[in-house]
């Protein structure tokens, strides 16, 4: 149970440290109330919210809890001489009021001094979970439990992270100075590089037959296609041969001899 409940404080306090700028050593206002209750169960207040909160501790009181702790009489003198080792924080109040009204007043509904308040009261709890960024400590039993984080806190938290992840005004005007800034060195190049002059354009030097370089050899002559190897000679009866040339006719020398 008592690790679930640190793991839980752990959290508690990071959520704290990122969102609501809280720091090492943190500042705890005691309240009267809380003292006594301590001081009935007889535990060190101080090791307990040391360890509720995961790092050291600045401890403060008001001169009206103070007063409050003078009014009690079973454990009067215990609590007065441990709210000696506190430091005191000063209040506008002329004259005392009840030590839970004091620390209500002295917050005014937020947080700016990034105080965690220790406080038995339920009615200045409930109170207190309406400003967000409270951590509230209170015992219970023998053990100083830190509360979980309420809704007020969590609705300001989601707030917070949103403007962290937005664009600032002051990144909005340095965006637009740069973008200004390229667009006149775009138009500044276009303005110096020459056009092109338009004209005839040059023959495809694809289609230019090379010129021959001096002392570079002539090429030969490609030679006459040869029947490949294997082919078939034409055959001799298609060729003509001198058998096969038209006989001339010869004379009958007899016939010329009987006419004479």
């Known amino acids: ?20 700028g809280f720091r090492e050593p943190y500042q705890v206002i005691i309240a009267p109330d809380f003292i006594l209750a ?37 454990h009067k003198d215990e609590a007065i001489a441990l709210s000696k080792t506190f430091e005191k924080r000063h209040c506008s109040h002329k004259d005392p009021v009840s030590g839970t009204q004091c620390i209500e007043e002295l917050l005014n509904g937020e947080n700016k001094n990034n105080y965690c308040i220790a406080v038995q009261s339920e009615e200045l709890r409930s109170k207190l979970r309406e400003i967000p960024g409270v ?74 037959k090379k010129k021959k370089q001096p002392g570079q050899p002539a090429q030969p002559k490609k030679e006459e296609d040869k029947p490949a190897t294997g082919a078939k000679r034409p055959r001799s009866d298609d060729q003509p041969t001198e058998t096969d040339a038209p006989k001339s006719k010869r004379k009958n020398k007899n016939k010329t001899t009987d006419e004479s």
């Open 135 to 208: 951590p509230i400590l209170h015992i219970r039993r023998t053990i100083v439990i830190l509360e979980t984080t309420s809704q007020a806190t969590k609705d300001k938290r989601e707030v917070v992270v949103k403007e962290k992840l937005a664009v600032s005004a002051a990144e909005k005007k340095l965006l637009q100075d740069v973008k200004k800034a390229e667009i006149s060195e775009k138009q500044a190049l276009k303005k110096n590089v020459p056009r092109k002059k338009k004209g005839p354009k040059g023959p495809n030097p694809l289609s230019v």
């Open 38 to 74: 301590g001081a009935a169960v007889k535990i060190d207040i101080k090791a307990a919210i040391e360890k509720a909160l995961q790092g050291p501790v600045n401890y403060f009181i008001t001169y009206c809890g103070i007063c409050d702790l003078r009014k009690d009489e079973k």
């Open 1 to 20: 149970m008592r690790t679930k409940q640190t793991k839980r404080s752990k959290k508690a306090m990071l959520l704290y440290r990122n969102n609501f």
